[in-house]
């Protein structure tokens, strides 16, 4: 099966991702907010450096928005994203009792909050199975016809139909990773590509 195989290569090539080592529900919702429309070398300090000042629902719902601001600066629209994970903090502190709810409805309702961000919870934080899907996810998923879908709800749908249940925690961190690395949105490195072979959108350069 086409989607087994693809998981089970980059798997071979991708050690578990940063995520793995972070079992705190709440930093992976606010450190995922924070990561929308912004690259993962400045998300992830961007975080730190928040969760050293700030590190739970009820410190964040209490701090002064300029503070917040102050600490996410380098990530894009950051004050737009401090208003948030503040407005975040207040509901789960006072609808869920402080913490992150594990389910995907209860996650959609919060602001700046969608498919993506709610699918990156349950799968990195509470180990669910759910296919995060993003602009990476979206892209290569169409590239080496697994799906055939224009939006990124189309792909998980579809995804959800060819990639086996018990694979799909995988597919957000792999095809992330291959999508920085190689299978990239402009000029993919389709000569290095370990998928070349199972690929139908394969670039072959002709050398001289
Ligand atoms: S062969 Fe090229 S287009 Fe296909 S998955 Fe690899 S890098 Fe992407």
């Not at 919060?110 to 799968?123: D, E, I």
């Not at 990773?177 to 990239?184: H, K, M, S, T, Y």
């Amino acid at each position: 099966m086409l989607a087994s195989e693809v998981i089970s290569r980059l798997r071979g090539i991708y050690p578990p991702a940063f995520f793995e080592r972070i079992n705190d529900p709440f930093y992976v919702l606010v450190s995922t907010v924070l990561s929308q429309r912004t690259r993962d070398n400045v998300t992830i300090p961007a975080t730190e450096k928040l969760f050293s000042v700030y590190g739970s629902p009820q410190a964040i719902a209490a701090a002064d928005p300029e503070d917040i601001e102050k600490l996410i600066k380098d990530v894009g629209f950051h004050r737009v994203k401090a208003g948030r994970i503040i407005e975040i903090s207040r509901i789960l502190l006072e609808e869920y009792e402080g913490k992150v709810p594990d389910n995907i409805d209860d996650l959609l309702k919060l602001p700046g909050v969608g498919r993506k961000t709610a699918n990156c919870v349950l799968t990195y934080a509470f180990r669910k199975d759910a296919i995060a899907v993003d602009t990476h996810v979206h892209r290569i998923s169409n590239r080496l016809g697994l799906v055939t879908t224009n939006t990124p709800e189309e792909t998980e749908s579809g995804l959800e139909h060819v990639v086996p249940r018990q694979l799909w925690q995988y597919v957000n961190e792999l095809l992330v990773r291959f999508g920085q690395d190689v299978c990239r949105p402009i000029s993919p490195k389709c000569d290095v590509c370990l998928l070349a072979d199972l690929c139908p959108s394969r670039v072959i350069r002709i050398t001289e």
